[in-house]
């Protein structure tokens, strides 16, 4: 986490984009944040997102059954992902608009064969049991799921999602990753059965940041820190050497320099 001296806001960059005069802060040890392109994410992502926004259908079409599986969303990061994902898998997948009832313009991703379906059908089933698999998933839960609302001083990130199988499955991934979240419960006219949960990331603005770092949702809308402050140290950058390739040791003294 970086930003320019006495300057508002801060924003994530990598690390070839410091420069000397930027003030860094540890939100999450690096060794902790998701790494997309492992195969055990990118399962959790699939599951996830499908979970959260995905639906099969036994529908016909010229007089044939026509099975498949759909997901429609507004935003195309995730539908990006989903796919290149899916592809990883040998799944094949077809994009296109999304033909409905819907105030904002929608696409759609399907899937259709018994082959491929049946492909997405073993990674829905199969556990989230690992680290990169509950990141991924919950990444892909929060892209169809998640809210994130903004203030000056403060980040409230939420999960929403009705009583049953995925909410219990969204709840061991957070324990798993041992990341903090209180659980309300809502009335809902539009869910059906009238209730939905509420999972309400804890730890304020730094404890939501830490929840987007460590899973690294797809939508920029639901990551973006513009405009948010954050009440912690900063450490100044003040010399950058390029180094070759070789073993590094990072120290940190009581005096809160690096070596």
Not at 19 to 28: D, E, F, P, S, Y
Not at 53 to 72: N, Y
Not at 107 to 121: F, W
Not at 178 to 195: I, M, Y
Request: glycine letters at 10%.
């Amino acid at each position: 986490l970086a930003k320019r001296p006495y300057g508002f806001p801060f924003h994530w960059v990598e690390t070839q984009d410091l420069r000397v005069g930027h003030q860094v802060a540890t939100v999450l040890p690096p060794e902790e944040s998701a790494d997309p392109t492992t195969e055990e994410y990118q399962r959790g992502y699939i599951r996830g997102l499908f979970e959260g926004e995905g639906s099969f259908h036994r529908g016909s079409w010229r007089g044939r059954m026509w099975p498949h599986t759909r997901i429609a969303m507004t935003d195309p990061e995730p539908l990006d992902r989903f796919q290149s994902y899916c592809s990883n898998f040998g799944i094949q997948t077809w994009r296109g608009p999304f033909i409905g009832h819907v105030v904002r313009p929608m696409e759609k991703v399907h899937t259709r064969g018994v082959e491929s379906i049946n492909i997405l059908d073993e990674l829905l089933q199969a556990p989230i049991n690992t680290p990169e698999t509950a990141k991924g998933y919950l990444a892909g839960i929060f892209d169809g799921e998640g809210t994130l609302y903004k203030g000056r001083s403060q980040l409230i990130l939420r999960i929403y999602q009705k009583p049953g199988k995925v909410y219990d499955a969204i709840c061991a991934a957070l324990n798993l990753l041992k990341l903090q979240f209180s659980r309300r419960t809502h009335q809902s006219k539009t869910c059906k059965g009238g209730v939905i949960m509420a999972l309400t990331c804890l730890g304020g603005a730094s404890g939501a940041m830490r929840f987007l770092q460590m899973v690294r949702p797809a939508i920029p809308r639901k990551r973006d820190l513009t405009g948010v402050r954050l009440g912690r140290e900063w450490s100044t950058v003040t010399a950058i050497t390029p180094l070759s390739p070789g073993p590094l040791i990072d120290l940190q003294t009581t005096a809160r320099t690096f070596v």
